[in-house]
């Protein structure tokens, strides 16, 4: 692995207030590299991008390594048609820039779950830590056969709750007899079957599987109208926020708000959701964060 830390700097009118470092695979190719915040023309050394007078970007390193996932639609035609469908998300949609979600990497829908609910309710770098010793005890993920023979200790002594153990066993059994589906017949399934199928999991709702949904199978269908931020976009987006206050929780919008709304985004409702996201880490005046994937 290689280290990127693109270069600090100070230019006149200009604030730098976002940039990071990024670790790369060794051969990877830094295509591009953008900087936040500009209001006079600039290049930046090394990976090349010029930001212009006035434009708001991001920092991203876009790492091209033969390994990464295209998007199963067309980004370019999902805005077009949200720009004319909904010009107040047009509005948006100007000021956040262009659509730069990354799938996440697809294994198994097991594994994706099995992660799912070992990181519900921890913050990151706890989940991160027991996930690892998860797979430090197992040698990897498990199979679904070697989690149900193995006893309660050493996961608990990996630091998972004896209600996560319950779902890890649930996860594995229907897994098994085929209710959760294996990597290649879940790209057969509608979004409608894949939610009836593995909410029947214990411990796995309906926002984690669209989440799965959107980042790690693309599809651009998807509208998770119970997400704290896909709301709170749409609240800073569409409704009228007074100046003289912050946002309440009175003003998120109520689920058929957001379905009904959504009507007009169909079939690109997954596009949707990631500019509410930006919308947020625009008015926190950051880069992109969380579900935004790099």
Not at 1 to 5: G, Q
Not at 57 to 62: I, T
Not at 150 to 155: H, K, Q, S, V
Not at 263 to 266: E, G, R, V
């Given at each position: 692995?290689?280290?990127?830390?693109p270069m600090?700097?100070?230019?006149?009118?200009?604030?730098?207030?976002d940039?990071?470092d990024?670790?790369?695979?060794?051969?990877s190719?830094?295509?591009?590299?953008?900087?936040?915040?500009?209001?006079v023309g600039?290049?930046?050394p090394?990976?090349?991008?010029?930001?212009g007078?006035?434009q708001c970007?991001?920092?991203?390193?876009?790492i091209?390594?033969?390994?990464s996932?295209?998007?199963?639609?067309?980004a370019?035609?999902?805005?077009?048609?949200?720009?004319?469908?909904?010009?107040?998300?047009?509005?948006l949609?100007?000021?956040a820039?262009?659509?730069?979600m990354?799938?996440?990497?697809?294994?198994?829908?097991?594994?994706s779950?099995?992660?799912s609910?070992?990181?519900?309710?921890l913050?990151g770098?706890a989940?991160?830590a027991?996930?690892?010793?998860v797979?430090?005890?197992?040698g990897?993920d498990?199979?679904?056969?070697?989690?149900?023979a193995?006893?309660?200790?050493?996961?608990r002594?990996?630091?998972v709750?004896?209600?996560k153990?319950?779902?890890?066993r649930?996860l594995a059994?229907?897994?098994?007899?085929?209710?959760?589906?294996?990597h290649?017949?879940?790209k057969?399934?509608s979004?409608?079957?894949?939610?009836?199928?593995?909410t029947?999991v214990r411990?796995?709702?309906?926002?984690?599987?669209?989440?799965?949904?959107i980042?790690?199978?693309?599809?651009?269908?998807?509208?998770p109208?119970?997400?704290?931020g896909v709301?709170?976009?749409?609240?800073?987006?569409?409704?009228?926020i007074?100046?003289?206050?912050?946002?309440?929780?009175?003003?998120?919008?109520?689920a058929?708000?957001?379905l009904?709304?959504g009507?007009?985004?169909?079939p690109?409702?997954?596009?949707?959701?990631?500019?509410?996201w930006r919308?947020?880490?625009?008015?926190k005046?950051?880069?992109?964060?969380?579900?935004s994937?790099?």
């Open positions: 692995m290689m280290l990127f830390r600090a700097f100070s230019v006149t009118g200009f604030k730098c207030i940039w990071r990024k670790t790369v695979p060794s051969g190719k830094l295509t591009h590299c953008r900087v936040v915040y500009a209001k600039y290049v930046e090394g990976p090349r991008a010029m930001v007078d006035g970007v991001r920092l991203l390193a876009m091209h390594d033969g390994r996932r295209k998007l199963p639609f067309d370019d035609e999902a805005v077009a048609h949200l720009t004319a469908k909904d010009p107040k998300l047009g509005a949609i100007e000021r820039g262009p659509f730069a990354r799938l996440a990497p697809a294994p198994s829908p097991f594994e779950l099995l992660e609910i070992l990181y519900q309710q913050h770098k989940a991160a027991i996930h690892s010793r797979r430090a005890y197992f990897g498990p199979t679904p056969e070697l989690l149900l193995t006893p309660d200790e050493p996961l002594a990996a630091g709750s004896g209600n153990i319950k779902a890890f649930d059994a229907k897994t098994l007899d085929g209710t959760v589906p294996s290649a017949a879940i057969k399934l979004d409608a079957e894949i939610i009836e199928r593995l029947a411990g796995i709702g309906a926002w984690t599987v669209e989440m799965l949904l980042f790690r199978l693309g599809r651009p269908d998807v509208l109208v119970t997400d704290y709301r709170k976009g749409f609240a800073l987006t569409f409704q009228k007074p100046k003289t206050r912050g946002l309440a929780a009175a003003d998120l919008p109520k058929d708000v957001l009904r709304r009507k007009k985004w169909a690109f409702r997954s596009v949707a959701s990631w500019y509410m919308a947020c880490d625009l008015a005046g950051t880069a992109p964060t969380g579900r994937v790099e």
